[in-house]
């Protein structure tokens, strides 16, 4: 009585791959989709020195969590520069200035 056993092996190699074939495609993509314009425009051109929470104070940056500067006083920093950090009036738009300045206070708000 011969037991065959080549019907056995098939199976086994299909659920073996049909195991490792759910793998994750998840989690990748999805780091811009829930961004604010403000916070692209920031991302871009402002976490050298200040960093992604603000805290950062690269080259005497400031922290800008711990700003007191009113709204249109950071509209006029970043229009005009100040020591180390370059005048922004000819690379953004007065609107991206708008969108980053309110994406900067609302890092100082959370926390
Ligand atoms: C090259 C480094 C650098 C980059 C890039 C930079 N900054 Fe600055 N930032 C500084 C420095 C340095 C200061 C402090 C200037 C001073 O008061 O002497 C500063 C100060 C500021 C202040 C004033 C904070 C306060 O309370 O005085 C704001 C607001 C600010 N930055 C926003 C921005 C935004 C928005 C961007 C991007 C569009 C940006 N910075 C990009 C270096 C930088």
Known sequence: MALNTHHIVPLAIGLLLLACGS????????????????????????????????????????DLTASTLTKAEMIARVRLGKGAMMPYKDVLTAKEIDAVVEHVRALGKAK
């Open 23 to 62: 793998s994750t495609l998840d989690g990748t993509m999805a780091e811009d989709a829930g961004k604010s314009p403000g916070q692209r425009i920031f991302d871009m051109n402002c976490t050298l020195c200040h960093g992604r929470d603000g805290k950062l104070g690269l080259n005497g940056a400031k």
